[in-house]
Structure formats: C-alpha cells, structure tokens
C-alpha cells in the first residue's frame, strides 16, 4: 500500500509559465513532507519542505502547499526554466523525537520544461 | 564540505562475489542512511544509522549487512546477491530530525548482479 502518491507520472510545462506538481498521502502520522527533484545518474536533491503546523512554505521560485484535511500538497515553480526539467519525488517522514527517520517517497513526477 | 560521496560508482558482481559500498559525509550529520532505488521506481529506505547505532532495518535480507564505523563513514556489505539486487543504492545523511532540513544524497552507486 503505498502512502504517498504521485499520480501523474509526467507534465509538460511551457518555459516560464507555473508548474504544479501534486502529492496525496494516506498516512495521517506524517509530520513532514519533502520534495526532491533528481537528475540521471544523480541522487536527489532536496528543495524544499513542510512542517504539518503549516500550509504554506516559500523559497524562491519554489512554493509547497499543505492541505492537511485533503492530505493533499503541491509544489508550485514559478517561472519554470529549462533547467526544473527533472523528476520530482516528494517525500514524507514521521518524526519519532528519538533519532533519525526514514523517508518514505511518491513515485515521482518526470516534469519537462519545453521552450 | 556539502557532499556526500559514495563510492564506487559502478560495480558489477558475481552471486558468489563479496563486495562492499562506501558512504562518507563530513558535514557534522549524526544520522546516516541506505536507500535502493530500483529503475522508474522511488528509492525505498534499507537502514538507518543514528549516532553510530543502526535504529531502523526495513526487513532487509541479511546478504545485506551495513556498518558504521564512525559518525562519517557508512559502509554496505554486501554477499551472495541475487539478480533482482540490482538496483540504484543510495547513500544520505541529516541531521537528526531530517524533516526540516532534509537528507543529503549521494551520487548512488549502480549495482549490478550477474
């Protein structure tokens, strides 16, 4: 069963227009969600993150939303450039206060930024 | 110093080969971890080391076998694979709540078993 979920396997986006990617989750115990984008033969890279207490978090282009009674969130990039073309993994954790946690990831998002 | 750095890239092996991967961080991070990644597939979390003592193993087979011999270095174990094994393994590291600092990853190492 998977608990988090990335149901579009891919998105087209016009160079300098808002890319959404969108993330459900099942699991109401997550206390953080995540996102990472990743290049071939690359690990990923982590971009940007939520605390549950929030709904919204900014950095930059990179905006996430939180919609915690939907379980629902989404990363909003804007302007997109050529170089956001990457898959997208978002990413959640539950944080036990007494060590370090795992991440449990979406399939991820394959978004292309076209000229 | 930002990065974590696995090593090798690349390995193929044998099912009766004896082989180990490296991690190593020095950014201070006292937990450190084992993904697989498995093409056109989320990487999936294998174990977790926090202050040098493993707290996590997802049920992994035990020709798997990981170590922690300092606060910097991770290293994989791996024997008697099996073709299935082949797969993305990658290494990160956080702080210890990672939730708002997120992981750093690795490069990966490419494994294949033949």
């Known amino acids: 069963d998977q608990q988090v979920k990335q149901n579009s396997p891919s998105l087209s986006v016009q160079e300098g227009r808002i890319s959404i990617l969108n993330c459900d989750y099942t699991?109401?115990?997550?206390?953080?969600f995540l996102w990472y984008k990743k290049y071939p033969a690359e690990g990923p890279t982590f971009l940007i993150s939520?605390?549950?207490?929030?709904d919204k978090n900014e950095d930059g282009r990179f905006t996430v939303f939180l919609n915690k009674s939907a379980k629902h969130l989404s990363l909003h990039i804007v302007p997109s450039q050529p170089g956001d073309s990457a898959v997208y993994f978002c990413?959640?954790?539950?944080?036990?206060?007494?060590?370090?946690?795992?991440?449990?990831f979406g399939k991820g998002t394959h978004l292309i930024i076209q000229p | 110093d930002t990065e974590v750095t696995q090593t090798p890239k690349h390995l193929v092996m044998g099912m009766t080969n004896k082989k180990s991967l490296k991690c190593e961080q020095h950014?201070?991070?006292?937990?450190m971890y084992w993904y697989k990644q498995k093409a056109k597939k989320p990487p999936e979390l294998m174990f977790v080391?926090?202050?040098?003592?493993?707290?996590i193993n997802e049920s992994v087979p035990s020709r798997f076998s990981p170590e922690c011999p300092n606060s910097s270095l991770l290293n994989l174990h791996l024997h008697a694979l099996q073709p299935e094994d082949s797969a993305l393994y990658l290494c990160?590291?956080?702080?210890?709540?990672?939730?708002?600092?997120?992981?750093?990853f690795g490069s990966g190492t490419r494994l294949t078993v033949v």
């Open positions: 990160a590291s956080s702080q210890e709540n990672a939730g708002n600092y997120g992981y750093t």
């Open positions: 699991n109401s115990m997550f206390d953080y």
């Open positions: 939520i605390s549950s207490i929030k």
């Open positions: 990413a959640a954790s539950v944080y036990s206060g007494g060590g370090a946690d795992g991440l449990t």
């Open positions: 950014m201070g991070h006292r937990a």
């Open positions: 080391y926090s202050y040098e003592k493993l707290s």
